[in-house]
T-cell receptor, first 117, second 113 residues
Framework: AQKVTQAQTEISVVEKEDVTLDCVYE???????LFWYKQPPSGELVFLIR??????QNEISGRYSWNFQKSTSSFNFTITASQVVDSAVYFC??????????????FGQGTILTVHP | EAQVTQNPRYLITVTGKKLTVTCSQN?????MSWYRQDPGLGLRQIYY???????DKGDVPEGYKVSRKEKRNFPLILESPSPNQTSLYFC????????????FGPGTRLTVL
């Protein structure tokens, strides 16, 4: 069965600090996909990134970066020079390629990030 | 504009009063699903549909029904709502290919008294 764990329930930082959100996953599939979503206070879910299990290359998009390590089953998300607008709940999610889990996103519990001015 | 819409956005109801939350997408997506979000639990899948007339249970289907008579619509039905169904509900759709990004609706906040 697939599982995603975000051990950090809440993180509080001051603006301009760097912050890393941890995500650890479990799956028996060799082909799977990992996602990060952002849920700002307005409540909608905003897609941030998708990685497949065969692509361990780290990715950077502006102040955001993602570190995917299959050896530790982790897909961590770092925000550099955080801003107040980064305050949100962040979800890590896993999708397996086939079988009865097809298409399903298994979400972690979410990490509430608060960035103080 | 490509989007997933849900109605209503907010609903307060009483135990046992049947309700339907509608979901519609305009992207011609084959795959649609419903999730509920609860504090500390993240989002959990309720039901999903891989195409018209094809639906199946997710992780938490008890107390819910769905139908997929048209490709664009995927309503969530609570025949006899109970207080433990108080939650934030999201509808999502995708092309249905493996690993596709799912597009989420704006959410429906349901309170059952």
């Amino acid at each position: 069965a697939q599982k995603v764990t975000q051990a950090q329930t809440e993180i509080s930082v001051v603006e301009k600090e760097d912050v890393t959100l941890d995500c650890v996953y479990e799956t028996r599939d060799t082909t799977y996909y990992l996602f990060w979503y952002k849920q700002p206070p307005s409540g909608e879910l905003v897609f941030l990134i998708r990685r497949n299990s065969f692509d361990e290359q780290n990715e950077i998009s502006g102040r955001y970066s993602w570190n995917f390590q299959k050896s530790t089953s982790s897909f961590n998300f770092t925000i550099t020079a955080s801003q107040v607008v980064d305050s949100a709940v962040y979800f890590c999610a896993l999708s397996e390629a086939g079988g009865t889990s097809y298409g399903k996103l298994t979400f972690g519990q979410g990490t509430i990030l608060t960035v103080h001015p | 504009e490509a989007q997933v819409t849900q109605n209503p956005r907010y609903l307060i109801t009483v135990t046992g009063k049947k309700l339907t939350v509608t979901c519609s997408q305009n992207m011609n997506h084959e795959y649609m699903s419903w999730y509920r979000q609860d504090p500390g639990l993240g989002l959990r899948q309720i039901y999903y549909s891989m195409n018209v007339e094809v639906t199946d249970k997710g992780d938490v289907p008890e107390g819910y029904k769905v139908s997929r008579k048209e490709k664009r619509n995927f309503p969530l039905i609570l025949e006899s709502p109970s207080p433990n169904q108080t939650s934030l509900y999201f509808c999502a759709s995708s092309l249905g290919l493996e690993g596709n990004e799912q597009f989420f609706g704006p959410g429906t906040r349901l309170t059952v008294l």
